[in-house]
């Protein structure tokens, strides 16, 4: 049994939905059409695009030639969901075939899905980074480890499994195949790293609190409430300095990487009166009802955990310098993804 990675930037929920993976190169005819091997994939790329380097078409046959030929049924996949940056696994469960009447990505792997949107926090940043590898389609070696605990893990929380994925790679030496500090890798690293501390580092308590200054940081006056369990409202923000114009803001946080659910978010918009509007904060996503409720419900906005990353790397220097001591950053310059390709 291999693991495999798959990146796929163009398609969505039809991955999970209809149960397979794919790769684009929509120009060439069926895979399995073409003869030869690796050999006859390079001469098919070298018609679709004469102007190529050798460099680049020998590349972009061996990914076909790992899609079409390597991958076996019954091999693990490791697909990064870019959406909302979680990750799901499943298991190859048949030939490589050609969905001729889809617009894009019509090669294609049915892969029947285990575990869908596992956040990343679950995984070390080394398997992480691996899985942050340039290419479309290529082999896990050095943390599938991580990556099969959790394919078999029984656990119900993203905690539980987290902590059987940390057990198994207690004795598990760590390296990368692939150490290029490249541009795209080191910013997924520096987002896993953001999410990873608004999670292990601060307390849930903390977290309303950090919450309340981000929304300061984007030029709102916000405050805490009185904390409870209760899963009332956490933050009120509003534009204006005493908080007496409208609107104002209802803001519901959750300290946790999971799925928030529909009748949470309800639970939240049942508090929202007239003239006002709510905002769910979570590190995790929400399940398809509850995005759901924000498409029909005006004045609602569901922040997911990327979500909120994207907003603290925008408004870093804004953010107080308690904030930035528990998510230090700095800026650098690297290497173009491009270079070398």
């Known amino acids: 049994m291999n693991v495999w990675g798959v990146h796929n930037d163009s398609l969505t929920t039809e991955l999970v939905d209809e149960g397979f993976i794919s790769v684009g190169w929509d120009g060439l005819p069926r895979l399995d059409s073409i003869p030869n091997g690796r050999d006859g994939l390079k001469r098919a790329l070298d018609a679709l695009y004469p102007d190529a380097k050798p460099r680049s078409i020998a590349g972009q046959a061996g990914i076909l030639a790992r899609f079409r030929d390597e991958i076996a049924v019954g091999d693990v996949i490791v697909a990064p969901y870019k959406p909302d940056s979680t990750i799901n696994i499943g298991i ?9 009447s889809a617009e894009t990505h019509r090669h294609r792997r049915p892969v029947e899905w285990k575990k869908v949107g596992l956040p990343r926090t679950i995984f070390t940043q080394s398997a992480l980074y691996e899985i942050g590898s340039v290419l479309t389609v290529f082999r896990i070696r050095n943390h599938d480890e991580e990556f099969l605990t959790a394919l078999g893990s029984a656990a119900s929380s993203p905690e539980e499994v987290s902590e059987q994925v940390s057990h198994a790679v207690e004795s598990q030496e760590e390296e990368d195949s692939d150490n290029t500090p490249r541009a795209s890798r080191i910013a997924r690293h520096t987002r896993d790293f953001v999410l990873e501390a608004l999670h292990r580092n601060i307390t849930h308590r903390e977290f309303e609190e950090f919450t309340a ?15 409870s ?35 949470e978010v309800q639970q939240l918009v049942g508090t929202q009166g007239p003239g006002e509007l709510s905002l769910f904060v979570t590190l995790g996503t929400y399940s398809r009802d509850a995005l759901a409720i924000e498409r029909q419900r005006p004045g609602l906005r569901l922040l997911t955990g990327e979500d909120l990353v994207t907003l603290v790397l925008e408004n870093y220097a804004a953010l107080p310098e308690e904030w930035r001591n528990v998510i230090p950053l700095t800026k650098v310059l690297v290497v173009a993804d491009s270079v070398g390709s």
């Open 213 to 227: 200054a981000l929304l300061r940081a984007l030029g709102y006056q916000a405050r805490v409430t009185q904390y």
């Open 229 to 263: 369990q209760d899963g009332g409202v956490d933050v009120i923000a509003h534009r204006d300095p005493l908080g007496v114009e409208p609107p104002q803001i209802k803001v519901q946080c959750k300290h946790r990487t999971g799925t928030t659910s529909a009748p």
């Open 92 to 100: 190859v469960s048949g030939a490589y075939y050609f969905e001729a």
